[in-house]
């Protein structure tokens, strides 16, 4: 009896070795957060999910170090952001929270080499308090430890704070702010040379903005952000108009030339940003889809005029021209209703693969990513800029958890931030969920250039 128990103690410890060993060696698999089930999608597939330990998430930055990839995030109502670990997009890790000063909205982020940008803004419901002093400005961040940024400036505005800012590397950051004594957001260039010391550079604001200057016919919303830089150049996104900038003397920018598009074209923020199609003379640009039970008394989806997502011509800079628009997406057939102004939740663009200076970004080719709210992510082919077509869509699962208020409507999917890496991994954030990573397998699919 005492020889066959000794047997089988050795038998139960060389499996419990062989099992640790097994489990040791796949950790990475391991351990990954189950993609949601329900999802819907054309030529595109999950392969990698993290609920980020139940935090909603926003906007989104990347960087590649070593054999190491970080992808950095702003959330909604968490305060704060995320360093989560993407080297295996299987399994998306996250290694760090940092804590905003609350209350602020946190959602924003951008990076390029050391230096990364946060900026905060006093908005109800997004980490906004009414009966509060509201935190606002630029948080500027050293991330050469890149799972431990550390703060290194706080630039204030005086009034309401920054939405989305950009900072495509070398000595200047482009801020859309809200500053005393203007209307809506304003550019602002801040000097970043010495990130301890940030200190504006120059600034431009549409005609009727400044306060005593006559008011523009239609409302003016401002400068959404980020602007994209290129040489001497910046492209913006200026409600209600596409807006090309000669910044040569960045203390005095000169208008080049723009484009109003609303009207015809609507929503509350028309023009939401714009981006340069590389080696073809065009500008991809879009309005962000307002509506849509985003506040408790908000209007519906689909209840104003049509919203902009088209490419523009811009071969004669001063004489911007819309040549074509982006197919308006279509419900999956088995859906059980008719349009996505049914669904619930917000319906329209809101933001595409812009980040187009960092080095770990897929650059823009023939292909233009572009989230939808409620209608997941789409992918467009525009190699032919005067037909453009949709190749491709992601649209994740029915929440089954509320983390955040909006939309107020109904608890329904809210898809936000998209980016690209150089690797074809696809990253989408969303209000309901965490973070989802895709790929893309459709026609016109780019190889991966990371080394």
């Known amino acids: 009896m005492k020889s066959t128990t000794t047997k089988l103690h050795r038998q139960m410890l060389t499996y419990a070795v062989l099992l640790a060993g097994i489990l040791y060696a796949l950790p990475q698999r391991a351990f990954a957060d189950q993609i949601p089930s329900g999802w819907e999608a054309s030529n595109m597939r999950p392969i990698g999910y993290s609920d980020l330990d139940g935090h909603e998430a926003f906007k989104m930055a990347i960087k590649h170090v070593g054999d190491r990839w970080y992808l950095y995030m702003g959330h909604f109502v968490a305060g704060g952001w995320s360093v989560v670990d993407v080297t295996d997009p299987t399994n998306p890790k996250v290694v760090k929270f940092l804590p905003g000063p609350m209350p602020t909205s946190a959602g924003q982020i951008d990076l390029h080499g050391n230096l990364m940008i946060t900026p905060l803004q006093d908005r109800a419901g997004y980490g906004g308090d009414p009966n509060k002093k509201v935190n606002e400005g630029l948080l500027l961040w050293d991330i050469s430890d890149p799972t431990n940024p550390e703060q290194v400036a706080w630039w204030k505005t005086g009034a309401t704070g920054t939405h989305r800012d950009g ?11 809200g500053m005393p004594g203007y209307k809506g957001q304003i550019l602002v260039i801040l000097d970043v040379s010495d990130p ?3 200190k504006e550079a120059g600034r431009w604001w549409m005609t009727g903005q400044k306060e005593g200057e006559p008011p523009l016919p239609a409302p003016i919303y401002g400068f959404h952000g980020p602007a994209v830089i290129d040489g001497d150049t910046a492209y ?3 409600s209600p108009a596409v807006v090309i900038l000669d910044i040569s003397d960045v203390s005095k920018p000169k208008l080049i030339g723009q484009l109003t598009v609303s009207p015809p074209f609507g929503t509350n923020i028309p023009v939401h940003d714009v981006m340069p199609i590389p080696g073809r003379n065009l500008l991809f640009a879009h309005a962000e889809g307002t509506g849509g039970g985003d506040s408790p008394t908000g209007a519906a989806a689909c209840t104003g005029a049509l919203f902009l997502s088209g490419l523009i011509d811009i071969k004669d800079p001063t004489k911007p021209k819309l040549v074509s628009t982006l197919p308006i997406p279509v419900p999956p057939a088995d859906a059980p209703y008719t349009d996505f102004c049914d669904k619930g939740g917000r319906f329209g663009p ?6 187009q200076h960092n080095p770990d970004v897929e650059k823009q080719g023939d292909l233009i990513y572009l989230t939808y709210f409620n209608a997941g992510l789409r992918i467009y082919d525009i190699k032919d800029a005067r037909l453009p077509k949709e190749v491709g869509w992601f649209i994740p699962p029915t929440p089954t958890v509320r983390r955040m208020p909006a939309p107020y409507d109904k608890l329904v999917s809210q898809t936000e931030d998209v980016l690209v890496d150089t690797r ?5 954030t969303n209000k309901q969920w965490g973070l989802f990573i895709l790929k893309y397998t459709g026609p016109g699919e780019p190889a991966p250039t990371a080394k």
């Not at 809101?350 to 980040?355: A, D, E, G, K, R």
């Not at 074809?424 to 989408?428: D, E, S």
């Open 424 to 428: 074809g991994n696809i990253y989408i």
């Open 236 to 238: 913006l996104g200026y």
């Open 196 to 198: 301890a010391h940030p």
């Open 167 to 177: 900072y495509p590397g070398g000595k200047y950051a482009y801020l859309s702010a």
């Open 350 to 355: 809101h933001n595409t693969n812009i980040l």
